[in-house]
């Protein structure tokens, strides 16, 4: 079965700084792969998400991720950090069937 | 456009006490999931259905049963609640990429807290 590793339970980050969380994935076929946010009290909102093609894929919020088969990762990135983007994130790998989220990283944002 | 409804959105339940979530989607999706959500652990898959009828255990099926009577609903059941079920639930909604011929990300409702005292 597949499954999704977030080795980052919890980051801080300053305002305006750059922010990387990991994703690792194991899957045995190409993976359909998610990031979705949650505020607090909130339900899931997607990202982003890669089926195929280029790697590198944008998001709505300023976010990317990029999926690195030979790493089984798919990271996601954002250059300028805001207070608002403070929220837990979440990573998933869907199979045909079934989705599989990983345990979450919070992000906190500093002033 | 409604999405995914869960119902009700918070409840407490006495240990031992059943009840029943419902998950409703407008979507005309195929597949659905229930999922429960506790701190440190994400969301785990309860169960999922991948059309009417169907229904699969997902990673932490013990304690709950599920039907699919209808393509749009998808209900969880407790029949004896446990404090250990105390969480926040959520349903999800997917399409058949086999049948829309497209890929696409699943469609959450806005959670049920539930409590088991």
């Known amino acids: 079965a597949q499954s999704v590793t977030q080795p980052d339970i919890h980051i801080t980050v300053s305002e305006g700084a750059s922010l990387e969380l990991r994703c690792n994935y194991s899957y045995g076929a190409t993976p359909y792969l998610f990031w979705y946010v949650q505020s607090p009290g909130q339900g899931l909102q997607l990202l982003l998400k890669y089926f195929s093609g280029d790697t590198l894929v944008q998001g709505i919020k300023g976010f990317e991720a990029e999926f690195k088969r030979s790493q089984s990762s798919f990271n996601l990135r954002k250059p300028s950090v805001h207070w608002s983007d403070a929220a837990e994130y979440f990573c998933?790998?869907?199979?045909?069937?079934?989705?599989?989220f990983g345990a979450g990283t919070r992000l906190t944002v500093k002033p | 456009n409604a999405g995914v409804t869960q119902t009700p959105k918070f409840r407490v339940l006495k240990t031992g006490q059943s009840m029943t979530l419902l998950c409703a989607q407008d979507?005309?999706?195929?597949?659905m999931y229930w999922y429960r959500q506790d701190p440190g652990m994400g969301l785990r898959l309860i169960h999922y259905s991948v059309g009417e009828g169907t229904t699969a255990k997902g990673e932490v099926p013990d304690g709950y049963n599920v039907s699919r009577l209808k393509k749009q609903n998808f209900l969880l059941g407790l029949e004896s609640a446990a404090p250990s079920q105390t969480s926040v639930y959520f349903c999800?909604?997917?399409?058949?990429?086999?049948?829309?011929?497209?890929?696409?990300?699943?469609?959450f409702g806005q959670g049920t807290r539930l409590t088991v005292v």
């Open positions: 998933a790998v869907g199979a045909y069937n079934d989705m599989r």
């Open positions: 979507m005309n999706h195929e597949y």
């Open positions: 999800a909604s997917r399409p058949n990429r086999q049948v829309r011929g497209q890929n696409t990300e699943a469609f």
